[in-house]
């Protein structure tokens, strides 16, 4: 039987997750979003009397981001009413519902060991011909699903999805060393026609490709061009639409993006490079870990290197 995606489950309700889970309602897709179970109740919880079991706590993470698919201008949802075909829900209470959808598609935090704890999980509710695929921007994809079964590995692969998902036509597909030929079969096409992407295979190399390149550009900018005394400003005028870019430039990327986020994808890269070089390059610019440590970690913050005001 030809396999088909028409349920998909996405993991992660931050700034990737919530989009892609838009991305899918968009083209018809229901699917459910899942996220940790929050850990502290906000004061507006307490003020209700809820507790750490009620539900609306328990599924907030989600909930939330569902809320501000809706709100955002330009809308990441062209129609409010495509919301509900996005089921939110948590990884505690909800993961066995993954039996539900021919598709999982993991984008939590851009960490081995964290995603290697999750696929661990998910393989243990996981039934042969569900697709799993990780949206990491640059983790090895043989390592996230090392000490999986080999079934488990045949449907495993990387579709690395672009942000913002919704207007980024480029997606890498990462096959695994033992992903099936027929999973990518079915995943090139479906990303290509049903999503609207350009679809580029890529090696299980650090970073892959785009954010190998994108990495060392984003070094070199933050190292070298800052230091000549170049401003962020003049550096965005020269890296955004002028050039043919949609919307964003540089700086405005990597708050897009989130600078906690591109702080792990560069500490990955910069743990893989053996040549003394390389490392250079690739160290974490010291700005960059300044700001994370200040919490001016992008738009999701309202403060990176621009300011909401
Ligand atoms: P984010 O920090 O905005 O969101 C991560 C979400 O994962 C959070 O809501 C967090 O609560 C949740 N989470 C953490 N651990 C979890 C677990 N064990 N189970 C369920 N949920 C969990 O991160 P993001 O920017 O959305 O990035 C997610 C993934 O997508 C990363 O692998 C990242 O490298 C990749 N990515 C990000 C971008 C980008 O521009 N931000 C682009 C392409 C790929």
């Known amino acids: 039987m030809e396999r088909q995606i028409r349920r998909a489950a996405v993991i992660g309700s931050g ?17 459910l979003l899942l996220d940790i179970v929050p850990s502290q109740l906000t004061g507006e919880e307490k003020r209700k009397g809820l507790t750490l079991d009620s539900n609306e706590v328990r599924n907030r993470l989600a909930v939330n981001a569902i809320k501000k698919l809706k709100k955002n201008k330009p809308a990441p949802l062209y129609d409010e009413d495509l919301a509900s075909l996005i ?21 939590i935090v851009e960490n081995l ?51 913002p998902p919704r207007y980024m036509k480029l997606l890498e597909i990462i096959p695994g060393d033992e992903t099936l030929t027929e999973i990518v ?64 430039a540089t700086f405005r990327t990597l708050d897009i993006v989130g600078l906690d986020t591109f702080v792990h994808i560069a500490n990955n890269m910069y743990e893989k490079v053996s040549d003394e070089a390389e490392k250079k390059v690739f160290k974490v610019p010291e700005i960059l870990q300044q700001m994370v440590d200040k919490g001016w970690i992008g738009e999701k913050a309202e403060q990176g290197f621009y300011k909401k005001v």
């Open 15 to 31: 700034v990737m997750g919530a989009s892609i889970a838009a991305h899918l309602a968009n083209v018809g897709i229901p699917c």
């Open 87 to 107: 089921t939110p829900g948590n990884i505690e209470d909800d993961l066995e519902r993954i039996k539900e959808v021919d598709w999982v598609v993991e984008v």
């Open 113 to 163: 060991s964290i995603k290697k704890q999750l696929f661990e999980r998910v393989e243990k509710v996981w039934e042969k011909g569900i697709i799993v695929s990780s949206n990491t921007s640059g983790i090895s994809i043989n390592a996230m699903v090392d000490g999986r079964s080999t079934e488990f590995k045949q449907h495993f692969l990387g579709t690395h999805f672009f942000n």
């Open 185 to 248: 079969d079915v995943m090139r096409p479906f990303c290509e026609n049903k999503l609207g992407k350009g679809v580029v295979i890529a090696k299980d190399t650090p970073n892959f490709i785009a954010n190998r390149i994108g990495a060392y550009s984003m070094h070199v900018t933050l190292n070298e061009m800052l230091a000549k005394g170049y401003t962020i400003e003049e550096i965005d005028a020269c890296t955004g639409p002028a050039i043919g870019r949609p919307k964003s």
